[in-house]
């Protein structure tokens, strides 16, 4: 069981850069690094989709195309927290932003929404001027 809580969204105009953090809260006897964490979103009309997410234990990170180059994952195991760092925003990039975890031990994990179990509850990005 790991509870997720979201911040760090917000307005913020083209070309500028915002750091999302994914406050995980595990079961005891567990660490952050068990579950693999993915950050999702969800534009107004659109589906949910997979943005970025970072593999359990060995960490290996993966970005949808539309992100790469600008968007960056990181977790601090210490902290319990996976960060999504992302740069150079473009009006495409608003959306409520979902970070969600899942047991899945294997390295792919820019998987389908429906194959993580966790979820917060979102924050709101706006990139606009």
């Known amino acids: 069981q790991v509870q997720l809580v979201e911040s760090g969204g917000g307005l913020v105009q083209p070309g500028g850069s915002l750091r999302l953090s994914c406050a995980a809260s595990?079961?005891?006897?567990?660490?952050?690094?068990?579950?693999?964490i993915g950050w999702f979103r969800q534009a107004p009309g659109k589906e949910r989709e997979g943005v970025s997410c970072?593999?359990?234990?060995?960490?290996?990170?993966y970005y949808v195309d539309s992100v790469k180059g600008r968007f960056t994952i990181s977790r601090d195991n210490a902290k319990s927290t996976v960060y999504l760092h992302m740069n150079s925003l473009k009006p495409e990039d608003t959306a409520v932003y979902y970070c969600?975890?899942?047991?899945?031990?294997?390295?792919?994990?820019?998987?389908?929404?429906?194959?993580?179990?966790?979820w917060g509850q979102g924050t709101q990005v706006t990139v606009s001027s």
């Open positions: 969600a975890a899942s047991e899945w031990s294997g390295s792919y994990c820019l998987t389908p929404p429906s194959d993580y179990d966790y």
């Open positions: 595990v079961a005891s006897g567990f660490t952050l690094d068990y579950y693999a």
């Open positions: 970072i593999s359990s234990s060995a960490g290996d990170t």
